[in-house]
């Protein structure tokens, strides 16, 4: 004898309730993250033990100075710096580099000059914030 099975309704999974999650947690991380956070940046500071014109092996280190200014422009030494110009100031091996944006300079110049300043394989480089004294 042989028992024959009646097919059910095939079930489908829903996506319905992932989508809900997913969702509130779209919404979560987006209010709870920060967009421009430049404090977990290392800085130099007057009390930092690298913060002197000395390497380790006791030989001078020269730093080159960029500021950003507001329109996302490179400026050392008084001149405006071409992607070129700064890929050249760059190349000098051994050097610390120091960025300096202004208050009103734009996160995609900084961006590039962090960029600019990694590809050259610059290992000392520090972001330099001026606060006012008081």
Same mark, same amino acid.
């Given at each position: *004898? ?5 097919? =059910? ?7 319905? $309730? ?21 404090? *977990?940046? $290392? ?15 006791? =030989? ?32 000098? $091996? ?6 300096? $944006?202004? =208050? ?9 000059? *962090?960029?600019?300043?990694? /590809? ?11 606060? /006012?004294?008081?």
């Amino acid at each position: *004898m042989s028992l024959i099975r009646q097919a =059910g309704p095939v079930r489908r999974i829903t996506l319905v $309730p992932l989508i809900d999650v997913l969702f509130i947690l779209l919404v979560y991380f987006m209010v709870t993250s920060v967009y421009r956070d430049l404090d *977990m940046i $290392p800085m130099v500071r007057g009390s930092d033990p690298g913060a002197g014109g000395v390497d380790g092996g006791g =030989g001078a280190v020269t730093s080159l100075l960029l500021r950003i200014d507001a329109t996302g422009q490179v400026v050392s030494r008084g001149q405006v710096l071409s992607r070129d110009a700064l890929a050249a100031a760059l190349a000098q $091996p051994g050097q610390r580099v120091l960025i300096l $944006p202004t =208050g009103a300079a734009p996160l995609w110049a900084l961006t590039e000059v *962090m960029d600019a300043v990694a /590809a050259a394989g610059v290992q000392d480089a520090r972001l330099v914030r001026l606060e /006012a004294a008081g």
